[in-house]
C-alpha cells in the first residue's frame, strides 16, 4: 500500500519529498540550505567536471546551445558567468550539478550503475541513485526507478538550486520546458516550495509573446494551505 501511496503523484505527497524547508528562515537563502542541496563533500567533487563552465568561451556557449548539449537554463545562465574566480567557480559548479539532475530525470530505469557516463563524480552518481530513484522489483531482480514521484523530487530540487543560482527569483517556465512538464505540475511544485508566482515576458528573448512564469523565494514564506488532513493533524499535535 505505501509503494501505491508514493505512486499517488499529489500534491498532499509533494510535501514530502520536498527540500527541507526552514520555515522560520530570516533570510531566503536559508529556507532551503544550499548544504542540503549538496553537500560540502559532493561539492568539492563537483570542482573538476565544472571546470570546463569555468573557462567557457562564447564561441563554446553558441556550439553548445546548437547542438543542445545543455538544458536551455544552464546555457543562458552560462553567458552570465561572474568575473571573480570564487564566484564563478560556484556557479559553474551549481550549473554543472543542475544540468545533471535534468538529465538524469529523463532517464526511466537505470540499469548502469554509473548511469551519467564516466565524467559524473562517483559521489553524485551514488547521490543521484540513493536520493531521487526508487526500487522496485522486475523478474526477481531490483531495478532503480524514476517513478513520478522522484521526477517531482529531482524537479524541486532543481527548483531551490535555480533559487540559489538566481538569488531566489527564477524563470520557472525556462526549468518547466526543460524539465519537460506541463505548466499546472510546475506551478504547483514550486507553490508547495512556498513561491511567490508572478507572470512576465519571456526574460530570455525565446518565445517572447509569451508570459513566463516567475517564481521569487522571499519573506515572510506565504502560509501554506493545508489540505483538510492536515489541518486536522495540527489541532491533534
Not at 41 to 53: D, N
Request: aromatic share 6%; glycine share 2%.
Amino acid at each position: 500500500a505505501l509503494i501505491q501511496d508514493v505512486a499517488q503523484d499529489d500534491v498532499q505527497n509533494v510535501s514530502t519529498i520536498l527540500p527541507l524547508c526552514n520555515e522560520d528562515a530570516d533570510k531566503p537563502e536559508d529556507v532551503y540550505k544550499f548544504e542540503d542541496i549538496l553537500s560540502p563533500a559532493e561539492y568539492e567533487a563537483l570542482q573538476a567536471p565544472a571546470a570546463a563552465f569555468v573557462n567557457i568561451t562564447a564561441e563554446e556557449i553558441a556550439k553548445k546551445t546548437e547542438d543542445k548539449s545543455h538544458c536551455s537554463f544552464v546555457l543562458e545562465e552560462l553567458k552570465f558567468l561572474p568575473t571573480d574566480e570564487k564566484s564563478r567557480d560556484h556557479k559553474a559548479r551549481c550549473l554543472w550539478f543542475l544540468d545533471t539532475l535534468i538529465k538524469f530525470s529523463y532517464l526511466k530505469v537505470i540499469k548502469k550503475k554509473y548511469p551519467m557516463g564516466p565524467e559524473c563524480p562517483h559521489i553524485i552518481s551514488r547521490k543521484l541513485m540513493k536520493n531521487f530513484t526508487s526500487l522496485t522489483y522486475n523478474n526477481g531482480s531490483v531495478q532503480n526507478l524514476i517513478s513520478a514521484s522522484m521526477k517531482t523530487k529531482i524537479t524541486a530540487y532543481v527548483i531551490a538550486l535555480a533559487l540559489h543560482i538566481n538569488n531566489f527569483q527564477t524563470d520557472l517556465t525556462v526549468l518547466q520546458n526543460d524539465m519537460k512538464l506541463q505548466e499546472s505540475r510546475m506551478t504547483d511544485i514550486a507553490r508547495a516550495m512556498r513561491l511567490k508566482i508572478s507572470k512576465v515576458k519571456g526574460l530570455l528573448g525565446l518565445e517572447n509573446d509569451h508570459n513566463h512564469k516567475l517564481g521569487t523565494l522571499s519573506l515572510p514564506l506565504p502560509v501554506q494551505k493545508a489540505s483538510g488532513n492536515q489541518q486536522k493533524r495540527k489541532k491533534m499535535n
